[in-house]
Nanobody
Framework: VQLQASGGGSVQAGDSLRLSCAGS????????MGWFRQAPGKEREFVSS????????QYADFVKGRFTMSRDNAKSTVYLQMNSLKPEDTAVYYC????????????WGQGTLVTVSS
């Protein structure tokens, strides 16, 4: 499956953004999906994940209550609604897919940059 992330941009602290990740070339509903991010000079970190049917969504502690991940299998798209953005949320955000729940993410999108200024 090929993944295309979009929706990044430059915002002020407290603003909201919604990222999208569109899948193609595969049966999207067969994949568990995740969002990750990588800030400048830091390692990539987990943000959120959801299972094939959209249940069992998990979040990193630093985004709980602020970010919401969802998916629309009919549109082959996952979303990351980001509210109450903070400067420390500045990063390149990547979506990823895997076919086995307990396995590694096999497919990665190209990333979309989110910049939050104070």
């Amino acid at each position: 499956v090929q993944l295309q992330a979009s929706g990044g941009g430059s915002v002020q602290a407290g603003d909201s953004l919604r990222l999208s990740c569109a899948g193609s070339g595969g049966t999207f509903r067969n994949y568990h999906m995740g969002w990750f991010r990588q800030a400048p000079g830091k390692e990539r970190e987990f943000v959120s994940s959801t299972s094939r049917g959209g249940s069992g969504t998990q979040y990193a502690d630093f985004v709980k209550g602020r970010f919401t991940m969802s998916r629309d299998n009919a549109k082959s798209t996952v979303y990351l609604q980001m509210n109450s953005l903070k400067p420390e949320d500045t990063a390149v955000y990547y979506c990823a897919a895997k076919s086995i729940l307990t396995g590694p993410y096999n497919y990665w999108g190209q990333g979309t940059l989110v910049t939050v200024s104070s």
